[in-house]
């Protein structure tokens, strides 16, 4: 027979108080079924440790619980060849946890499957959230009746017409070119006209002395030197006249060929 205290309310209390676990034992008893998972693939009873990953999984409750299971039996499968069902085991902890790292020490090559997995998922999360549909915001619009009219305000400023093309003023310029031989042929001219000039006075002076000189011998000297200087004079003054002629002619074809007849309006 029970004392009087446990047929009452409060012994039904009492009752489901001692049924259910205390806080605390679910995660106890993952992290201990994880624990000889790791202990079986380490001892490479890797079937064994499959199976023990299936009563973990189990007792996972929380999203991290399940992240490690899928991890440790992706790694399991990898070293099992089953490369399938590791990607896929890979892709269900990385799909809820795209940032989550390997619990276990593993080769290079487990290494880049798993950062090819995890690639993938990352694409496949980001091409999700670019399909979800946003929110339209209506534009706040009032309705006809209370929006203001707006009215275009007449413009005060007269337009400015051209004039028509056919009462433009057109004017022909001249472009010329100012000539440079003919200057050259003139001042050359003159150069050598004016230094003959100069032998030509020199010669006469030269005559004058040869008259005037007392010895035959120097008499003869002043001659000649004024014969030289004569010959000078008349050369230069052949060539000032050759340069002048030159400069003439050429003058003249400059101005049948250099003056270029263009048009343009007048602003």
């Not at 959230?129 to 009746?145: C, F, H, I, L, Q």
């Not at 093309?165 to 310029?173: F, I, K, W």
């Not at 001219?189 to 120097?218: I, L, N, T």
């Not at 030197?225 to 060539?239: H, M, T, Y």
């Amino acid at each position: 027979m029970f004392p009087s205290i446990w047929r009452g309310p409060l012994g039904v209390v009492a009752l489901c108080m001692c049924l259910v676990a205390p806080p605390g034992r679910a995660a106890d008893d993952f992290d201990g079924c994880l624990a000889q998972a790791v202990r079986l693939y380490e001892s490479l009873e890797y079937e064994h440790a499959l199976a023990q990953l299936e009563q973990c999984q189990s007792l996972a409750r929380q999203s991290g619980e399940q992240v490690r299971v899928s991890l440790h039996e992706g790694i399991v499968l990898a070293n099992l060849g089953r490369w399938e069902r590791a990607r896929n085991a890979f892709r269900d902890g990385l799909l809820k946890d795209p940032e989550a790292t390997l619990p276990l020490m593993v080769s290079p090559k487990v290494k880049r499957e798993v950062e090819a997995v995890r690639a993938r998922v990352r694409r496949e999360l980001g091409s999700a959230r670019s399909r979800e549909p946003r929110a339209e915001v209506p534009p706040d619009v009032a309705p006809a009746g209370d929006r203001p009219e707006q009215t275009v305000a007449p413009s005060l400023t007269p337009a400015l017409e051209s004039p028509p093309p056919s009462l433009t003023p057109q004017v022909e310029a001249r472009v010329s070119r100012r000539p440079v031989l003919p200057w050259v042929l003139l001042g050359t001219g003159v150069v050598a006209g004016g230094v003959g000039g100069y032998f030509g006075g020199m010669s006469r002076s030269q005559v004058a002395a040869a008259r005037g000189a007392s010895q035959q011998s120097e008499a003869a000297q002043r001659l000649d030197e004024a014969r030289g200087s004569a010959r000078v004079a008349n050369v230069l003054w052949v060539g000032a006249g050759v340069a002048a002629v030159g400069a003439l002619v050429s003058w003249w074809l400059h101005e049948g060929s250099a003056e270029t007849p263009s048009t343009g309006e007048v602003p």
